[in-house]
Nanobody, 121 residues
Framework: QVQLVESGGGLVQPGGSLRLSCAAS????????MGWYRQAPGKERELVAT???????NYAESFKGRFTISRDNTNNTVDLQMNSLKPEDTAVYYC???????????????WGQGTRVTVSS
């Protein structure tokens, strides 16, 4: 089993920056793609960005240029640097990973508990 712990959310003024972090932990597991999603009030959860184990990134179009995803394979962490934040970025941000137990072919999807980001004056 894999556990995900997110941190870094909070209140920030428009134009400000935040860095979200997610740490994966567990016993005898391997991690594939890691990513960040967000869900605004009354809206569906949407993709922000993903990153593969070799560092290949994929961003949803609306986040290109402002957000940057990165990962540390040694520490099993994935970060999201968010710059030039706007009020419409207000949402709960969720860490997502695909992982498997050692020796098992099938990957499972895991979600963090979410960290809230509020962009307001």
């Amino acid at each position: 089993q894999v556990q995900l712990v997110e941190s870094g959310g909070g209140l920030v003024q428009p134009g400000g920056s935040l860095r979200l972090s997610c740490a994966a932990s567990g016993s005898s597991f391997s991690i594939g793609i890691m990513g960040w999603y967000r869900q605004a009030p009354g809206k569906e959860r949407e993709l922000v960005a993903t990153i593969s184990s070799d560092g290949h990134t994929n961003y949803a179009e609306s986040f290109k240029g402002r957000f940057t995803i990165s990962r540390d394979n040694t520490n099993n962490t994935v970060d999201l640097q968010m710059n030039s934040l706007k009020p419409e970025d207000t949402a709960v941000y969720y860490c997502n990973v695909r992982a498997r137990e050692s020796g098992v072919v099938i990957f499972k999807t895991y979600w963090g508990q979410g960290t809230r980001v509020t962009v307001s004056s």
